[in-house]
């Protein structure tokens, strides 16, 4: 049997990838894994949030069939009894059940915990449910998927959650150059309710950026870690004889916008930049 990973890097974009024809390279190791796979260049999400992406990912269907609509805390108690009631498939308990050694790198929790004999974001974190956590870095959680594969007895299904490029980005150190316009930015904005909008998701995020250039290039410095961390893993695989034996997924569970269409930093809308995401597959 076959090995599997797949690694899911949240908010992830093709349009800061030169993979896409992005004029900064932010993915040097994941053009290399490209060389080796499949790139599908109109790969779109099921969703432009997390939790009814990585449902359909688990189970093979749409989130209009598979229940979970909203990203958490919005997720419904009838949303999460319409996935029980429906689900017919769920991808860690299948594989579990064929013999594979199930293995998660999350904090998530809650029904996706089902069907992985292990499932942690760090290992003194003991699983608890959770609806918001202190991001791991990514370099914390390859380390801990390198150290659950090297110790895994039988063939595995490796699961893992990269979330650095999510916004505010808390896991990547970038000053910038001090520049200030948000100020100018807000001016701009028309209609309060947008206004309101971008003093609660940008200016209370408290990142210590204060220009909209500073914080998309810190996102694009959060997509090359991401980059380098996979590329750990990659070159991991290849010392331990295991690339050849295991099929490898790289993608977005969704895309996000960073200013277009006067949406800041936001997976929100259903534009091209919150639901096109990368996949690259070996």
């Not at 899911?8 to 390279?25: Q, T």
């Not at 790969?43 to 598979?66: D, E, Q, V, Y």
């Not at 956590?133 to 090297?150: H, M």
């Not at 380098?228 to 790289?250: D, H, M, P, S, V």
Request: hydrophobic share 35%; proline share 4%; glycine share 6%.
């Amino acid at each position: 049997m076959k090995n599997i990973i797949i690694i899911v890097i949240d908010a992830f974009r093709p349009k800061n990838l030169s993979l896409f024809g992005y004029d900064k390279e932010t993915d040097k190791n994941l053009k290399e894994i490209a060389k080796e796979g499949i790139v599908f260049r109109n790969f779109f999400s099921s969703s432009n949030t997390t939790a009814p992406s990585l449902m359909s990912i688990f189970t093979g269907r749409l989130p209009c069939s598979h229940g979970i609509m909203h990203q958490f805390p919005y997720t419904t108690e009838e949303e999460i009894e319409k996935m029980y009631r429906e689900r017919k498939f769920w991808l860690p308990s299948f594989l579990k059940s064929k013999g594979y050694e199930t293995q998660a790198i999350d904090w998530l929790g809650m029904f996706f915990e089902e069907g992985f004999d292990y499932y942690k974001e760090r290992e003194e974190w003991q699983g608890k449910p959770k609806i918001s956590a202190k991001f791991s870095p990514a370099q914390d959680t390859i380390n801990l998927a390198i150290a659950k594969i090297g110790g895994a007895k039988k063939p595995f299904f490796s699961f893992v959650h990269l979330w650095d490029t999510h916004f505010p980005f808390p896991t990547i150190e970038y000053k910038g150059n001090q520049k200030k316009d948000i100020s100018e930015v807000l001016e701009e904005i028309e209609g309060e309710a947008q206004k309101e909008y971008f003093k609660k998701r940008v200016i209370a995020a408290n990142i210590d950026l204060y220009s909209i250039e500073n914080m998309k290039e810190k996102y694009d410095e959060a997509v090359r870690e991401v980059d380098r961390q996979i590329g750990r893993l990659y070159r991991y695989l290849k010392e331990q004889n295991l690339w050849e034996q295991t099929i490898f997924i790289a993608l977005g569970d969704h895309g996000t916008n960073l200013t277009e269409h006067n949406i800041y930093f936001s997976s929100s809308s259903l534009f091209d930049e919150t639901i096109h995401a990368p996949c690259i597959v070996h």
